[in-house]
């Protein structure tokens, strides 16, 4: 596949595929693009972090041109033959039930033509779609289902020509109909960036998951029957009452760019279930539900029942991000059709309990043949391959006939596993086995080969079983498993400390020796974290490169006089000072005047910097009456290394004080953490009226704020410190409390609830070199095991054309207007920030992290005041 491709269009919507060398869902870095039609103006542009690039409100019949940093790529949308307004036949946001005034609507739409809903919320009962129109859901519309059970259109398990239609976990059943419904549909759209809503919290479904009630079981959210050629795009779907999208023998079917969301708690709700469908297509969805993201079904044998079996063949799902449920990729239980030629590529599971899960058992049949899975991350994910023939599903799945391990008789009812391919998939944070693999042993599971895997391993794992059946014995870091199996192939284990520090040296040795300085030449913060991270390991390894980097890259901003290029005191942005500690450390290690006569230079931007009433630092001239937590990093460790080298005790003691004034200030009891800023004056649209903070946790913040306090504890020592070693350890172990298991943290810290919240790397390296010196100085009584191997397994990956880059960095975020914008604080806000790779917000920790592991491993805990 090329680069840039159209992956779905209708003739008001549009979908693109980016898909550059070692793009999953997420780019490895963001790509400019523009819309224009063909010859005329920019209709829209913007900076892609994603694979899937959808775009709606299109002209039918127009040819466009996208154009982006991968190339350019013309299309040409089709023509519609008429747009029918929902609105028109009494659709309305304040109506109990939407359903008949939605009928009458997809009944005037012509063939070829299209239906759109006005922005709103339509509650309604199921809606029929017919063949031959398209539905639009246009940004801000939504179909939400009321639960309410009486009067539901029930789905018979056949229509009257013996066709299946109603169906539930792969076998013939009457069933509630979806809140959106499609039967036997030819030439049918759903598109838009709107929402449909199953109502699954509304009524009662969740609390009868395997039952039958009113004749019929739970209906899904979307579900459609005997409709090729389906096209699905753009939308999200949530809140489902049991599977969410279930495409039921609809072949050549396409669904790029779907949202798909449910709670982690709700019962059997799957997020898409193509079931006995050829050909079909699944591009850039990204999944959160409360079992299985994609689960791949081909009907369940019934003793004296298979006509309503067919394959799924020739599945490809690609480019997808797969969270938090059950399973990544799930094939069967319900397979006795057969499941053959699947292929899953570039792809990232994050934090399923199983990567890739093949699930069966005896009285199956069918086959689960020619699997492949091939250049997929996962992040978190306890057992990135489960092969299991003793599934213990249905009321006899723990009897002896299903569960002994001793050779049953092979007839047409016995599974057969074969062909399953693993290759280039990476792994971190596996907490049981990288494959767990239970054939049968009648019919071994055969061909299974894993060809590049990469692992590394979550020290905080606990002993548990791979694999759902009986007699499994739990494991903790288990490598390849297998049992009346043929497997082959090897692992490659990242937890080899001397592999990993050769890499990391060869990266940070790189990155140092092209550091081109981040503001054109400029004395800023951002070349300070390199600085940091360069003079940190020279003090753990006291190899000469690390200095020599250092001392050309400062060299270069420092001039004669003295003067810091580009540097102005009278903005008096406490950002500035950061880089005033390599100045302090040259001097340390090399003696000479001209360094730390430099440094006087910030001390005297200090000496006449704002204050707030409380005393403590204004962030920037141009941010009055505001304290950032990063601020706190920026300014204080600096001036009591100042203050320390020079004598002057009270600018040591000003700089504790105002440490702890900041925290008197930005504490927030109800999470135990610190808020981003506080604005003392109460008049920025951010603060909080009462308490003056910004609304949400943004871990890099925290990360600044961690790190602050564990380098002014090495600097004051145990006596100087004691007034913040409480807060420092109850911050830290907080911060511990907050680790994934696959060992990094979120962007928005306290929220994993927060729809699409994922683990930001600079944070995450900030974190570990917090805890690894808090471990080392007494102030966190945590297991540091661990914490730096996973942490780089996890941020770092190798960069197409050969080399390491750090990913998932968020590129910057603050407070108040910037560039033609408000930044308000919330955790939206956060989560619409760029991400970047290689940032020197993000090297600069790592290098840090790592200088602080390598001290960790040859040096013993030393005490704190209090101990």
């Given at each position: ?143 939400a289902a009321h639960g309410c059970r009486t009067g539901w259109p029930v789905l018979p398990a056949r229509d009257d020509t013996g066709r299946v239609i109603g169906t539930w ?166 397979m006795s059709g057969d499941i053959t030629d699947v292929r899953i590529a570039n792809c990232l599971f994050d934090g399923t309990d199983r990567g890739l899960r093949l699930k ?508």
């Open positions: 596949m090329s680069d840039l491709s159209l992956i779905a269009l209708s003739a008001r919507t549009a979908a693109l595929l980016l898909a550059p060398e070692g793009a999953r869902y997420r780019l490895p870095r963001a790509v400019d693009w523009t819309l224009a039609p063909k010859g005329g103006d920019t209709v829209a542009s913007g900076r892609a972090q994603i694979a899937p690039l959808f775009f709606e409100g299109l002209e039918p019949g127009r040819d466009y041109v996208l154009t982006c940093d991968l190339g350019s790529l013309a299309f040409s949308t089709p023509a519609c033959a008429g747009l029918v307004e929902a609105s028109d036949f009494g659709a309305r946001p304040d109506s109990p039930d939407n359903a008949a005034a939605f009928a009458r609507a997809i009944d005037a739409v012509p063939a070829g033509g299209c239906l759109r809903l006005d922005p709103g919320r339509y509650v309604t009962g199921p809606v029929f779609l017919k063949s031959d129109m398209t539905l639009w859901l246009p940004e801000g519309a939504e179909i976990e792969g076998v013939p059943e009457p069933s509630f109909a979806a809140p959106v419904t499609a039967l036997g549909c030819t030439g049918l759209t759903i598109t838009g960036r709107g929402v449909i809503d199953g109502g699954g919290d509304r009524g009662d479904w969740w609390s009868w998951p395997k039952e039958t009630r009113d004749g019929a079981r739970r209906p899904r959210t979307l579900y459609l029957a005997h409709c090729p050629g389906a096209l699905l795009s753009g939308f999200t779907v949530r809140n489902s009452p049991s599977w969410t999208v279930h495409p039921y023998r609809c072949d050549d079917l396409t669904a790029v760019a779907l949202t798909i969301r449910n709670p982690p708690d709700s019962p059997n709700t799957d997020g898409f279930n193509p079931e006995s469908c050829l050909r079909a297509r699944l591009i850039g969805l990204d999944i959160s539900v409360g079992d299985d993201c994609v689960a791949v079904k081909a009907g369940k044998r019934l003793a004296g029942q298979k006509a309503h079996l067919a394959p799924t063949r020739d599945l490809q799902i690609t480019h997808c991000h797969m969270a938090r449920g059950h399973g990544a990729v799930v094939m069967g239980s319900e069966t058992r005896r009285g199956r049949g069918g086959r689960l043949v020619r699997i492949t899975m091939e250049n997929v991350d996962m992040r978190g994910v306890p057992t990135p391959l489960a092969v299991n023939a003793f599934y213990f599903c249905d009321p006899d799945g723990r009897s002896a006939a299903v569960q002994d391990r001793a050779p049953a008789p092979v007839d047409a009812t016995t599974p057969e596993i074969s062909g399953i391919t693993l290759r280039r998939v990476t792994a971190t944070g596996v907490a049981q086995a990288a494959a767990a693999v239970l054939g049968l042993p009648e019919a071994p599971a055969r061909g299974i080969t894993i060809e590049d895997m990469r692992v590394s391993y979550d020290p905080a794992a606990r002993e548990d079983v791979p694999l759902m059946a009986l007699n499994v014995v739990p494991v903790r870091h288990g490598g390849i498993l297998a049992d009346f199996a043929e497997v082959t192939g090897t692992l490659r284990v990242q937890a080899d400390d001397k592999e990993q520090t050769d890499m990391l040296t060869g990266f940070f040795d790189a990155y140092a020796a092209g550091h081109a300085p981040y503001k054109g030449g400029a004395w800023c913060y951002e070349d300070g974290c390199i600085y940091r991270g360069l003079e940190c390991l020279h003090r753990a390894t006291g190899e000469a490169r690390w200095l020599d980097h250092l001392t050309r890259l400062v060299s270069a901003q420092v001039g004669a006089g003295p003067s810091l290029a580009g540097y102005d005191p009278n903005e008096y942005n406490i950002d500035n000072i950061l880089s005033g500690r390599a100045l302090l450390y040259l001097h340390e290690v090399t003696g000479e005047g001209r360094w730390l006569d430099t440094a006087g230079l910030l001390v005297d931007q200090l000496a006449t910097h704002p204050r707030t009433r409380s005393g403590v630092y204004w962030h920037k001239l141009r941010y009055p009456w505001q304290v950032w937590l990063d601020g706190l990093y920026m300014g204080a460790p600096f001036q009591v290394g100042y203050g320390l080298r020079t004598g002057r005790a009270d600018l040591v003691e000003d700089a504790l004080r105002q440490v702890a004034t900041a925290l008197d200030m930005m504490h927030v009891p109800e999470t135990g953490l610190y808020a981003h800023a506080v604005d003392e004056a109460r008049k920025q649209p951010w603060a909080d009226p009462e308490t003056g903070q910004s609304p949400a946790h943004w871990a890099r913040a925290l990360g600044w704020l961690a790190m602050a306090l564990v380098d002014l504890a090495e600097l004051v020592g145990p006596a100087g410190f004691a007034p913040l070693k409480g807060r420092t350890t109850q911050l830290l172990k907080a911060i511990a409390a907050l680790r994934r298991p696959d060992g990094l943290w979120l962007q928005v810290i306290d929220r994993p609830d927060l729809d699409g919240n994922y683990p930001e790397s600079s944070a995450s390296a900030m974190f570990v070199y917090a805890l690894l010196k808090g471990r080392t100085l007494g102030l966190w009584p945590g297991d540091a095991e661990g914490l730096h191997t996973q942490l780089a397994a996890g941020v770092v990956r190798d960069r197409p054309g050969g080399g390491q880059e750090m990913v998932e960095i968020c590129e910057v975020a603050g407070l108040g207007p910037f560039q033609g914008r408000y930044r308000d604080g919330s955790a939206e806000y956060y989560l619409s920030e760029a991400r970047v790779s290689d940032d020197a917000k993000g090297v600069g920790p790592l290098m840090m992290s790592f200088a602080a592991h390598q001290e960790a491993g040859r040096r013993p805990r030393e005490a704190v005041a209090g101990e």
